[in-house]
């Protein structure tokens, strides 16, 4: 079972670290990653979160989910596969 969790509506100055620290009061955290914009470099508000057993992962879900963070409630629930894209890139020039 997947046990990476997605992270949603992270205030935008939450760092990599911060994300672990929170995280590893439920359980032992594999990777912490905050998603940023390619070319600002600035976080898009998002990340993902790997636990290292599905107990953690549940225990997470139902601590944070709703967790205030710097006066914004976390999104978290059980991260979706990237799904293949199909067509030419929705990027334009």
Avoid: W
């Amino acid at each position: 079972m997947n046990k990476k969790l997605y992270v949603g509506n992270l205030p935008y100055t939450t760092t990599k670290e911060q994300l672990q620290e929170l995280f590893s009061q439920v359980g032992e955290v594999k990777e912490a990653v905050v998603i940023t914009d390619r070319e600002t470099n600035r976080s898009k508000g998002f990340g993902f979160v790997e636990m290292e057993t599905t107990e953690a992962m549940q225990e997470a879900i139902k601590k944070f989910n709703g967790f205030m963070m710097g006066n914004r409630p976390l999104t978290v629930n059980e991260a979706r596969p990237k799904e293949e894209r199909d067509g030419p890139s929705r990027r334009r020039f």
